[in-house]
């Protein structure tokens, strides 16, 4: 069974700082990796995924994520954050052999001014 | 193009009473999905439609709730009895066949409270 693990719950950073969201997957195979934003009172939006490919994927909004096997992460970075990314962000995994993703619990930004 | 929809944006019952979700996924994508999201909580999987079948119908709570879907388009999540516990923000999403690595598209959500 595939499971996805967001260890924070809430992180805290200033505007103009670099930022990293972290999540840790759990599959046998290779997966299929989502980062989604939720904007309060919004539905999720694909930020970007990965497959397949380069380890580094670029995202909207200036994110980016990189894909790492061997620690089994797909951990979400942005260099300087606006106040406008302040929403909750979720990491899933999907995989060839299912049709449900499963999503991480979530990591809700805080962007102090 | 439009994206998903949901209606309505918000539901206020009285506990015992049933109500209606309704979701219109985008145009000819055959797979939609049901989840459930409370307060602080990741989002909860409940069911899952490929075109108007649902093979897996795991994530349902209990038998007060159902869900179908109409046309290969719309669907409707219904919950008979409605429980305080029931209150919770649910989310409708649509995919082009559901296949692991297609990405979802989200509703805005219908957001459940129940007094």
């Known amino acids: 069974a595939q499971s996805v693990t967001q260890p924070d719950i809430h992180i805290t950073v200033s505007e103009g700082a670099s930022l990293e969201l972290r999540c840790n997957y759990s599959y046998g195979a290779t997966p299929y990796l989502f980062w989604y934003v939720q904007s309060p009172g919004q539905g999720l939006q694909l930020l970007l995924k990965y497959f397949s490919g380069d380890t580094l994927v670029q995202g909207i909004k200036g994110f980016e994520a990189e894909f790492k096997r061997s620690q089994s992460s797909f951990n979400l970075r942005k260099p300087s954050v606006h106040w406008s990314d302040a929403a909750e962000y979720f990491c899933a995994v999907g995989s060839g052999g299912s049709y449900i993703p499963t999503f991480g619990r979530g990591t809700s930004l805080i962007v102090h001014p | 193009g439009a994206g998903v929809s949901q209606s309505p944006s918000n539901k206020v019952t009285e506990k015992g009473k049933d109500v209606e979700l309704r979701c219109d996924p985008i145009?000819?994508?055959?797979?939609l999905y049901w989840y459930r999201q409370s307060l602080g909580q990741g989002l909860e999987f409940l069911i899952y439609f490929q075109g108007n079948s649902a093979p897996d119908k795991s994530g349902l709570p209990s038998d007060r709730f159902s869900a179908e879907r109409t046309g290969g388009s719309v669907s409707t999540l219904t919950i008979q009895r409605t429980q305080q516990e029931d209150s919770a923000v649910y989310l409708c999403a649509s995919s082009t066949t559901g296949m692991g690595q297609e990405t979802q598209y989200f509703g805005p959500g219908t957001r459940l409270l129940v007094l």
């Open positions: 145009s000819g994508h055959t797979a």
